[in-house]
């Protein structure tokens, strides 16, 4: 039986000693070293007078000899060797247990599955954004003002890339550009207002000039799920025309083939991978 190693020295002799007391009176020390050696300890007699040793206790009435006369004492070095073989061995195990056989698996890192829906909806978001930009200052013409009226969206808080609970992940799907886009800014942004994302959208889909309400309102009214297919080129969307592809941006990670593979798995199944999860059931 491996020892106790989640606990001090302290508590390991204040255990067995209060086993001892329990016994009947006839039973000695000899039964006492026993037990504790039934949980993985070893016990020697003092080689020299370098070794720091301790009894089996000072603090209570158990007897310090056995039927022998001799003081029954535990090499602490010993004790703490034990202790970091198991750890050893524990992380050992767990080692084993960390080896990568499909996704989700194994240990919690870039290659997760949730790790990689994040990283799918961080993609098509941040290129979308960009995209966006780019053409607001196009269809105006670099007028695009200054200040706390500018005509430019702001980075978003992260809230939407980092949940991932499923349900939202499901509901994520269909959400428009608009309602993304829309949500408080980056709170960096310390001289804007946090909605200046909400106002700007709000303009452009209701302005003056039929032509440019007509494209933002389209632009706006495109869901996740279709930006997503015009990422990654299984679907075109004209008010989309001109914004990067995953195709575009890959070479960024052909340094890591195994992650590209995966990268590219999530990005080519995301609706099934996101619809198929379902949640874990509480007890």
Not at 147 to 152: A, C, L, S, T
Request: proline residues 1%.
């Amino acid at each position: 039986m491996e020892p106790y190693l989640g606990c001090d020295l302290d508590f390991i002799d204040n255990l067995f000693i209060n086993i001892s007391e329990n016994k009947k009176s006839k039973k000695n020390n000899i039964n006492l070293i026993e037990d504790r050696q039934n949980f993985g300890f070893n016990y020697n007699k003092p080689q020299d007078n370098n070794n720091l040793l301790i009894g089996l206790s000072t603090k209570t009435n158990v007897n310090k000899k056995n039927n022998k006369g001799q003081i029954n004492q535990i090499k602490i070095d010993e004790i703490y060797q034990i202790k970091n073989e198991n750890k050893e061995n524990k992380e050992k195990k767990l080692l084993g247990r960390k080896k990568r056989e499909d996704l989700g698996s194994g240990e919690h890192n870039k290659f997760s599955g949730d790790n990689l829906i994040r990283k799918v909806k961080y993609l098509v978001l941040d290129n979308a954004f960009k995209f966006i930009n780019e053409k607001i200052k196009k269809i105006y013409n670099g007028n695009i003002g200054n200040g706390i009226f500018v005509k430019k969206l702001f980075t978003i808080n992260h809230r939407q890339i980092s949940e991932a609970t499923i349900q939202f992940n499901k509901d994520f799907l269909n959400k428009t550009l608009g309602e993304i886009f829309s949500e408080d800014i980056s709170s960096r942004y310390t001289t804007y207002n946090p909605r200046h994302n909400h106002f700007l959208i709000k303009a452009l889909i209701n302005e003056k000039d039929e032509d440019k309400k007509n494209y933002f309102k389209k632009l706006f009214n495109i869901t996740f799920v279709d930006c997503l297919k015009h990422f990654r080129g299984t679907q075109k969307i004209e008010e989309l025309k001109g914004m990067k592809g995953f195709n575009d941006i890959k070479s960024k990670y052909e340094d890591d083939a195994d992650y590209l593979i995966c990268l590219e798995h999530i990005i080519m199944n995301h609706e099934e991978v996101i619809n198929n999860k379902r949640a874990r059931k509480l007890n």
